[in-house]
């Protein structure tokens, strides 16, 4: 079963197998503000576990590369 945290500064990037499928979904990728702070949700779903592996590192580059560009 998946279960991905990844922490990033403020955030929490999780990706898990969903309970019961959305269509053909079945892994889910959300972003969650760990300062309980309103922040535009982010889902992204999946069919295969490669995909959500991969989503999920490539959410949390997606991030990184936000916040170090913001920093400039």
Do not use: C, W
Request: aromatic residues 8%; hydrophobic residues 40%; without cysteine.
């Amino acid at each position: 079963m998946m279960n991905l945290k990844t922490a990033v500064v403020n955030l929490q990037v999780s990706t898990v197998a969903l309970p019961f499928a959305h269509g053909l979904d079945l892994y889910e990728t959300m972003v969650f503000d760990e300062r309980d702070m309103e922040v535009e949700p982010f889902t992204r779903r999946y069919q295969t576990y490669d995909a959500a592996e991969a989503g999920h590192e490539d959410t949390v580059n997606q991030i990184e590369s936000t916040m170090r560009d913001a920093r400039l």
